[in-house]
DNA sequence: CGCGGCTTTGATGTTCATCAAGTAAAGTGG
DNA sequence: CCACTTTACTTGATGAACATCAAAGCCGCG
């Protein structure tokens, strides 16, 4: 991690958005004399699970995973987000330690706030911890429902799934970069890795996608969007 | 749903721990005013998934189970509970919709209060908010987290880790009567019914449990607990 | 150029879903 | 309360889906 390279102004900060509304002036030049930024490489990992929860952290730029490790090569995936603003584990105002961890995917810019300045904004200022609350809540059902979805296809409507989301939610593009490894995918959607290479070459056979390495191309969005309902 | 049959005097309500210590004594009264209680008699569906929010709910009593329905026969389970007292669906104060619905699944007292007066007071109230904050990470946490442990393992894994949370999240007890079907069960941990079944009678064969009809006896805890870690 | 990690593909075996058929239990109407 | 119907449960047999293992190709990096 290192130092923003540049001043930041927090004026086209998304974070803003929730805070500008409810906050007066002196709260806001509070925040940002406490705010720290940092710039993440693609690949650095930005708190780990288990970690002393110091600060309140926004993505301001980016795309990350949260995640969990269960044994020396056994991660599962939890989210991978731009949207997520917040990358706070859950619990970030109750929890002494970070449940999961989160990694940059992209290289990402991290804006951390003091938690104990956040948490006294929230009880002195109900509007700002009502959209507070809001908004993590989104981020919660957002997770949730993805599992369920997730969980109730089988291995090609997974894969399908996940190509659909970048699609959709991550690059709003039919041809994309992978953030991740094919493992990553595998820990994302709890299946093997060699399946899901598999299932992608399949794709690709049947003129459903173009791979080139990291590089996916969406075909047939049809048939693909086929293969994620009933699968 | 019947209304509940004596007067409800609020005091020996867990909610209020979580009001009392914010509110001032008129909010109180007004929540108090406004609340509506319900009897629900197991198996009654307390609200359906599409429903329009209009009432914060809280499980005074009882154990329901919140879920999903994707086909005709067809449902997933995302969480059965005591504990997640409030049984709203995520994003209660933003959404229109509940996204998932709740059912008793023992007899279960349901205190309701209008969401708008709720709202009211989150914003005039910056403590009120943390609290309800704090609650709802929690329980979203528990939700993600038990999603994340039953995915990791494989059916006899998740059968055994289902008894053991009716053990020691629900009963405290090594001896208990299932609140749900077989059926059920595998819609929880997204297994087949006939599988469930068979997983429950190996058990029982192996001499790990006992069962009758819905009589469920934990006679070798370690031994299920070894399984349902090591799978 | 060579090493290690990621990717790919095939072969094999395990795990799990599905189907079918039968039994027990629970609700329903006379 | 009993006959009837329906729903839940149980078990076995079969095949499909998926994991695992192994070997080889590829790519980036020192």
Redesign the interface.
């Known amino acids: 991690m290192e130092k923003a390279d540049k001043s930041c102004l927090c004026e086209n900060c998304e974070f803003r958005e929730v805070v500008i509304k409810y906050l007066d002036d002196e709260s806001i030049k509070k925040l940002c004399a406490n705010k720290k930024e940092g710039l993440y490489r693609k690949g650095e990992i930005i708190y780990y699970q288990d970690d002393k929860i110091s600060d309140f952290k926004y993505l301001k730029r980016g795309l990350v995973k949260l995640y969990?490790r269960?044994g020396l090569n056994?991660e599962?995936i939890?989210a991978i987000t731009r949207n997520f603003d917040f990358i706070n584990s859950?619990?970030?105002?109750?929890e002494e330690k970070y449940?999961f961890s989160v990694a940059a995917l992209e290289d990402s810019e991290i804006c951390s706030i003091n938690i104990e300045i956040i948490?006294k904004?929230?009880?002195?200022?109900?509007?700002?911890?009502?959209g507070?609350?809001?908004r993590?809540?989104?981020i919660?059902?957002k997770?949730?429902?993805q599992?369920?979805e997730i969980?109730?296809r089988n291995l090609a409507g997974r894969v399908a799934y996940v190509l659909l989301y970048f699609v959709s939610e991550v690059y709003n593009s039919n041809i994309y970069d992978l953030p991740v490894s094919r493992k990553e995918i595998a820990d994302y959607i709890?299946m093997s890795t060699a399946n899901v290479i598999r299932t992608l070459s399949d794709f690709k056979k049947e003129g459903i996608i173009n791979t080139e390495g990291k590089t996916i191309e969406i075909l047939d969005i049809k048939k693909l969007e086929l293969i994620s309902d009933k699968g």
């Open positions: 969990r269960n056994d599962q939890i859950m619990s970030v105002f109750k449940r948490k904004l929230l009880t002195e200022n109900g509007n700002f911890a009502t507070i609350l809001i993590m809540s989104n919660y059902e997770i949730i429902t599992c369920l969980r109730k709890g």
